[in-house]
């Protein structure tokens, strides 16, 4: 079993920056993909982000582009997720999840572990 905890989450300006945390415990991570959901209020989760085992690989939702880079350090079987230029439209509880696949794709069903999630909150 993989536990994911996420931190960094907090109340920020429109234009200002945070890091997202994720730390795995239980198993390393170091083999599976790693990806970032977003769920804002009355919305289905998103995808944002996603990164594959080795880091070599980045992929990200269009609305993020430009803004959100996802990097890991395997090492500290940690994943980030900095947050640049942020809007009010980024406002979302940000979770984090772990795909044994190694396939780092949008689709949320091909993630096996889901963090509890944290708040990100965006105010114009």
């Known amino acids: 079993q993989v536990q994911l905890v996420e931190s960094g989450g907090g109340l920020v300006q429109a234009g200002g920056s945070l890091r997202l945390s994720c730390a795995a415990s239980?198993?390393?991570?170091?083999?599976?993909?790693m990806g970032w959901f977003r769920q804002a209020p009355g919305k289905e989760r998103e995808f944002v982000a996603a990164i594959t085992w080795s880091g070599r690989s980045t992929y990200y939702a269009d609305s993020v582009k430009g803004r959100f880079t996802i990097s890991r350090d395997n090492a500290k079987n940690t994943v980030y997720l900095q947050m640049n230029s942020l809007k009010p439209e980024d406002t979302a509880v940000y979770y984090c999840?772990?795909?044994?696949?190694?396939?780092?794709?949008?689709?949320?069903?091909?993630?096996?572990?889901w963090g509890q999630g944290t708040q990100v909150t965006v105010s114009s």
């Open positions: 239980g198993r390393t991570v170091s083999s599976y993909a």
């Open positions: 999840a772990a795909d044994s696949f190694g396939l780092a794709v949008p689709e949320e069903k091909e993630y096996d572990y």
